[in-house]
């Protein structure tokens, strides 16, 4: 029977001296051959990230709003928020789990929680620190609170904001490699499948690197363009 | 079932599990093999993580609140201890563990010192601002009165610092806790060990290290917030708020309270 | 109206062709259905795996556990059982097997491969010097227990897999030591590494306490993918190593002779959901059969070590696998 069968190949390994892949090591010719192996990874991750972004920004942008008339509201929004900042990310997964269980859903919500204090508080300082005067001089000129809000004081407020944009696009790019422990994917997935190996570890983890720099380099292009006039000083 | 019921068994499963947990943190199972899993088996965990805390916290803080106060004294190097802040956030913490143990192996060392680089960012940032930002006129004045430099740091800049400097303990510190939580993957049986190594804690033990872990960081914050607030000198609790403003706007937002 | 009764007239050409093709097939099914061995022996004049478009319907979603030879498994199956013509699913590197159980009963998978010698240490609670030597009694032992969980173990694989103590070939030198059993005078000077489960298992830590009455200066569980590399480091003095394992040649490493008989054999089954085994019929005992024939202690150890140390994906490997064997076109 076993005849019939075609046969496996066999190699004889036993004799083989040392060989970069092999030995595990670092191997620039492996990395670039089989570098399709860290696309899909590479863009769950980038969805991860800028999903998580998104949502987060949102919900911190409307409280910041919120807690800017009304600044009883401050006081609470940054204790629940430091809280689920303080929490570590992989504890929030497995907290989650039982209620979401395994997948993009609970990574997303552990995310977006992180991230909630660091772009709350920059907002709420961006439109903290417009002055005083420039506030008078818009409401002198007759705009409601609501222009004022839209005209003058977001505007003056955006290198704030964006900045926290930048430190919580940063960290959630790092939070997100461990999202695969929730059943998510991402570069961390990549990263354990071949732990030992020094050319997939640096080549995941880099990537990773990579996406974070490209992330603040693109919101501080974005904030340039939006601020010029803040151009001059230096950030 | 309806929605509606759905809703509401779903949430007691998940009140019942949380239940469980805290079951298991202070009391404990045996497992069917006869180990004790749970209850003092925690402690052990629990002191292994701290005990890799405090070891990549000591090291970082010697490493870097000198440094970071003397750049800050003469005013060099600013760049550098903002960017490595920039740097250092960047960096995944998965990839640093995986990668120092692809390089240099497992161990308590190896973990230590990939949590030392993790650790010495915040405060190497928050220490060199924390001196640029005071005040040049009462350094004026301390040098006046005869202050050598050495003196006007310890005497004059470092314990106007201290506030910010805790500030930036507290973040480190509260990272390195989160991230020892992956040290089991390099051979250090921290709390991590029920969340990444499951096999015998179950389900139940796993919730149980995630509730420990989040209940030990934020411990860790309130504790170092209040010790923060206590270093504070009384002047500076009232001049906070433009304090950190000034400072926002001189250092690009980099150091963090 | 013309065009409907035409059109009526070809659909019920087309339906009774259709049937005629499947009564013919399904006489063939009908007959393989009864084990694997009948119907291997009825494949001999063509080894490849044949799509039959019934399966399509059935999905089968196959899981493995955490280290490569499972996911080379798995992946093997999975192809296997696409060329047959299922709809296949793929959550391969699940966990440790505890995990991979869980996943089963609860419906998460459909089937996943297991080691005799695991499921009746580790899930059925048998002491391992309880547990049969002879692999097929072993096997019988398991399929008996699964079925009073309403699992199916698949009749298992030619190779076995087994869990040993390893060390690097200078240590052994200088302990001079060859069987497990000379380490127990030296055993408290020596640190072992093994997997996190190690700790729970017969065959494993537990089975070398009780078994071989070794303490061990310490036991660290660390992740299974570094079993290897803590010997490489220095880091251990002895590990856990599956018999299969390429870096065991390559490397150098000593395996101690289990002279007490402590491990079980381990022969991979796939197990399978009583209601999956139903649903899927007779193709899937037959197409796992055919993948498995050609699965020697030689032949995994290739495969695995082209996962380990060629880097190739356990996909690509499986594949390579079932076309070199002429499985799959």
Redesign the interface.
């Known amino acids: 029977m076993l005849d019939l069968l075609a046969q496996v190949e066999l190699r004889d390994r036993s004799g083989e001296g040392a060989s970069c892949v092999a030995d595990?090591g670092l191997c620039p010719d492996w990395i670039v051959d089989n570098f399709d192996r860290y696309t899909d990874p590479l863009l769950q991750h980038v969805v991860l990230t800028v999903v998580s972004l998104a949502i987060g920004f949102s919900i911190s942008f409307g409280m910041a709003l919120l807690a800017h008339r009304r600044r009883w509201l401050v006081a609470p929004i940054t204790q629940v928020t430091?809280?689920l900042y303080?929490?570590?990310?992989?504890?929030?997964?497995?907290?989650l789990?039982?209620?979401t269980g395994r997948g993009n859903t609970t990574a997303i919500i552990a995310l977006v929680s992180y991230s909630l204090l660091i772009i709350f508080r920059?907002v709420m300082?961006g439109l903290d620190?417009v002055p005083e005067e420039t506030k008078d001089a818009g409401r002198g000129m007759g705009l409601t609170d609501r222009q004022l809000l839209w005209r003058v004081e977001l505007p003056l407020a955006l290198p704030?904001i964006l900045?926290?944009l930048r430190?919580a696009a940063?960290?959630t790019?790092?939070?997100?490699?461990?999202a695969f422990?929730a059943g998510a994917g991402g570069?961390?997935e990549q990263?354990?499948s071949d732990?030992?190996?020094?050319s997939n570890?640096?080549t995941?983890?880099g990537l990773?690197?990579l996406l974070?720099?490209v992330l603040?380099a693109l919101i501080l292009l974005l904030q340039r363009a939006v601020t010029p006039w803040t151009r001059a000083r230096?950030? | 079932m309806d929605q509606g019921a759905r809703h509401v068994t779903?949430t007691f499963?998940?009140l019942g599990?949380?239940g469980d947990a805290f079951e298991f943190i202070f009391k404990g199972q045996t497992?069917?093999?006869?180990?004790e899993v749970g209850g003092s088996q925690f402690l052990e965990l629990t002191w292994e993580h701290l005990k890799l805390t405090f070891a990549a916290m000591a090291v970082a803080c010697a490493i870097a609140v000198p440094l970071g106060l003397w750049l800050g004294h003469m005013r060099k190097g600013g760049f550098l201890a903002i960017s490595v802040s920039?740097v250092g956030?960047?960096?995944?913490?998965?990839?640093?563990i995986?990668?120092f143990?692809?390089?240099?192996?497992?161990?308590f060392a190896n973990v230590t010192l990939a949590l030392v680089l993790l650790a010495v960012p915040p405060i190497l940032t928050n220490a060199y601002v924390a001196v640029t930002q005071v005040d040049p006129d009462t350094v004026d004045a301390a040098q006046g009165m005869g202050m050598t430099g050495p003196e006007v740091v310890r005497k004059v800049e470092l314990p106007l610092a201290l506030p910010l400097i805790f500030g930036g303990i507290k973040t480190s510190m509260?990272n390195v806790?989160?991230t020892a939580?992956?040290a089991?993957?390099?051979?250090i049986?921290t709390l991590?060990?029920p969340?990444?190594?499951?096999?015998?804690y179950g389900?139940t033990g796993?919730?149980a290290?995630?509730?420990c872990?989040?209940a030990l960081?934020?411990f860790t914050?309130l504790a170092l917030g209040t010790v923060q607030r206590a270093v504070t000198p009384e002047g500076l609790k009232l001049s906070t708020d433009s304090a950190s403003?000034r400072m926002?706007?001189r250092f690009?937002?980099e150091a963090t309270t | 109206m013309k065009k409907h009764r035409l059109l009526a007239g070809m659909l019920a050409v087309l339906l009774m062709l259709a049937s005629f093709t499947v009564i013919a097939c399904g006489d063939d099914d009908e007959e393989s259905s009864d084990s694997g061995a009948d119907t291997a022996a009825e494949d001999t004049s063509s080894s490849a795996i044949k799509s039959n478009a019934d399966n399509k319907g059935v999905t089968v979603t196959i899981g493995s556990k955490n280290f490569t030879e499972q996911k080379v498994l798995g992946e093997i199956y999975a192809q296997g059982l696409e060329a047959a013509g299922y709809t296949v699913q793929k959550e391969l590197n699940l966990?440790?097997e505890?995990?991979a159980l869980k996943s089963l009963e609860g419906g998460e998978i459909s089937a996943y491969p297991e080691y005799t010698g695991t499921a009746l240490g580790s899930f059925f609670?048998v002491a391992s010097n309880k547990i049969p030597k002879d692999p097929a009694k072993a096997y019988e032992q398991a399929k008996a227990e699964f079925a009073k969980k309403d699992l199916t173990a698949l009749p298992p694989t030619p190779f076995t897999s087994s869990n040993e103590v390893g060390l690097t070939g200078d240590k052994a030198e200088e302990l001079g030591v060859t069987k497990i059993s000379d380490l127990s005078d030296k055993a408290s000077d020596l640190t072992l590494?093994g997997s996190?489960?190690c700790?729970?298992?017969?065959d494993c830590l537990?089975g070398l306490q009780r078994v071989y009455g070794l303490k061990f200066k310490k036991f660290?569980?660390?992740?299974i993918a570094?079993r290897h590399?803590?010997l490489d480091?220095?880091?251990a003095d002895l590990s856990i190593v599956f018999t299969t394992d390429p870096q065991i040649k390559r490397n150098g490493y000593v395996l101690l002779e289990d002279d007490k008989g402590m491990f079980p054999p381990y022969n991979s089954m796939l197990v399978v959901r009583n209601d999956v085994v139903e649903e899927a019929g007779p193709d899937m005992p037959k197409v796992v059969g055919q993948v498995q024939e050609g699965l020697t202690d030689e032949v995994i150890q290739e495969l695995n070590a082209r996962v380990d140390l060629d880097k190739k994906t356990p996909e690509q490997v499986a594949g390579e696998y079932l076309s070199e064997s002429g499985l799959v076109e």
């Open positions: 595990d430091g809280i303080t929490l570590p990310s992989l504890a929030v997964f497995f907290l789990l039982p209620l920059n300082a620190n704030e900045a926290g430190i940063t960290t790019v790092g939070l997100a490699t461990l422990f570069l961390g990263i354990f732990i030992v190996f020094k570890v640096v995941a983890g990773a690197v974070a720099v603040d230096a950030t | 779903t499963a998940f599990q949380f497992t069917r093999e006869g180990t920039n956030r960047a960096v995944p913490s998965l990839a640093l995986a990668l143990v692809a390089f240099l192996g497992t161990g509260v806790i989160a939580t992956i089991p993957l390099a051979g049986n991590g060990d969340i990444i190594n499951v096999s015998g389900d796993r919730l290290a995630a509730i872990v989040a960081a934020v914050e403003r926002r706007l690009g937002r | 966990g440790d505890k995990i609670g590494y996190p489960e700790r729970q298992r017969e537990l660290t569980p660390v992740d570094l590399e803590v480091k220095g880091q």
